[in-house]
């Protein structure tokens, strides 16, 4: 079974920077196109990020295009996502997620979750 576990989360003050690094587990990872999801307090979970399987196609939500960047590492089975310029708005669990190849990047088809990340941005 494909596992997906989290790690870099943490404390930060506004306008630093924080990267959080994903290890996938259990399957090949070069098939799987990987994603970055948050969920701030009290609200749902919201599209950050997501990168192909070859890692040549990366998209971005509005609020992370600029500042953030994710990237893999396909002979370690890691995906990374690099966030500049935090924002106090920035702050919410971040979700590692992958997809099979064809799929889209609806929140319902990605099939493995890791264990989420919090980060939280101070003033």
């Known amino acids: 079974q494909v596992q997906l576990v989290e790690t870099g989360g943490g404390l930060v003050q506004a306008g630093g920077s924080l990267r959080l690094s994903c290890v996938v587990s259990?399957?090949?990872?070069?098939?799987?196109?990987m994603g970055w999801f948050r969920q701030a307090p009290g609200k749902e979970h919201e599209f950050v990020a997501d990168?192909?399987?070859?890692?040549?196609?990366?998209d971005y939500a509005r609020f992370a295009e600029g500042r953030f960047a994710v990237t893999r590492d396909n002979s370690k089975n890691t995906v990374y996502l690099e966030m500049n310029n935090l924002y106090i708005e920035d702050t919410a669990v971040y979700y590692c997620?992958?997809?099979?190849?064809?799929?889209?990047?609806?929140?319902?088809?990605?099939?493995?979750w890791g264990q989420g990340a919090q980060v939280t941005v101070s003033s």
């Open positions: 259990g399957g090949t990872f070069s098939r799987l196109v």
């Open positions: 990168i192909s399987w070859s890692g040549a196609t990366t």
């Open positions: 997620a992958a997809r099979t190849i064809g799929t889209t990047r609806n929140f319902g088809d990605y099939q493995y």
